[in-house]
């Protein structure tokens, strides 16, 4: 499955973004669905997941409470709700697919990943 994230951007302290991420070249729809980040010079860590159906979702404790994850999967889209951004959100955020159908937190186990899209946040 090919992936191609979108809907980064510059936004202020306290500002929302919603990322989206658009499956192509088969159905997505029993794969579970993951958002990772990578800031500049650090490791890339988990940020949220999703199970094939929508039903189980899962977060990074520094997101919890500000960003959800979502799918449609009429559409073979997954999507990251982002609020009240925090200058340390600040990060190249990557969307992922796992043949895992209740997604997981771990990246080696995603085995395609979209190009990324960058996020910044101003303080």
């Known amino acids: 499955v090919q992936l191609q994230a979108s809907g980064g951007g510059l936004v202020q302290a306290g500002g929302s973004l919603r990322l989206s991420c658009a499956a192509s070249?088969?159905?997505?729809?029993?794969?579970?669905m993951g958002w990772f980040r990578q800031a500049p010079g650090k490791e890339r860590q988990f940020v949220a997941a999703?199970?094939?159906?929508?039903?189980?979702?899962y977060y990074a404790d520094s997101v919890k409470g500000r960003f959800t994850i979502s799918r449609d999967n009429a559409k073979n889209t997954v999507y990251l709700q982002m609020n009240s951004l925090k200058p340390e959100d600040t990060a190249v955020y990557y969307c992922?697919?796992?043949?895992?159908?209740?997604?997981?937190?771990?990246?080696?186990?995603?085995?395609?990943w979209g190009q990324g899209t960058e996020v910044t946040v101003s303080s």
């Open positions: 992922a697919a796992t043949s895992i159908p209740y997604g997981s937190r771990w990246s080696a186990d995603f085995g395609s």
């Open positions: 070249g088969r159905t997505f729809n029993s794969d579970g």
């Open positions: 999703i199970s094939w159906s929508g039903g189980s979702t």
